[in-house]
Nanobody
Framework: QVQLVESGGGLVQAGASLRLSCVASGPTVSNFGMGWFRRTPGNEREFVAAVSSTGSQSYYADSVKGRFTISRDRPVNALYLQMASLRPENTAVYYC?????????????????WGQGTQVTVSS
């Protein structure tokens, strides 16, 4: 069974950068798309970014385009989210997930494995 562990969250000031990491243990996830989602208190989990199994295809939420970059390192079963120019509204718990599809997908229902999340807090 695949287990996902996120890291890299923290408290930063607006305008700063953070890099989130997610490492998958267990069976390889290299044949599946992966993604990042986030949730704030009282709200639904929302899509942030997704990447295909090969890394050749990626999607971003409009609110993070041009500031966030998703990437993966297939040999080590890792997923990353480089976040730049952070804003207070980016404050959330960020979750890494593995899809059931090879392509990149924005739909949470297409993901069947989730990490525990890492908190990102951006102060103004």
């Amino acid at each position: 069974q695949v287990q996902l562990v996120e890291s890299g969250g923290g408290l930063v000031q607006a305008g700063a950068s953070l890099r989130l990491s997610c490492v998958a243990s267990g069976p390889t996830v290299s044949n599946f798309g992966m993604g990042w989602f986030r949730r704030t208190p009282g709200n639904e989990r929302e899509f942030v970014a997704a990447v295909s199994s090969t890394g050749s295809q990626s999607y971003y939420a409009d609110s993070v385009k041009g500031r966030f970059t998703i990437s993966r390192d297939r040999p080590v079963n890792a997923l990353y989210l480089q976040m730049a120019s952070l804003r207070p509204e980016n404050t959330a718990v960020y979750y890494c997930a593995v899809s059931t599809l090879a392509g990149a997908t924005v739909t949470a229902q297409n993901y069947n494995t989730w990490g525990q999340g890492t908190q990102v807090t951006v102060s103004s």
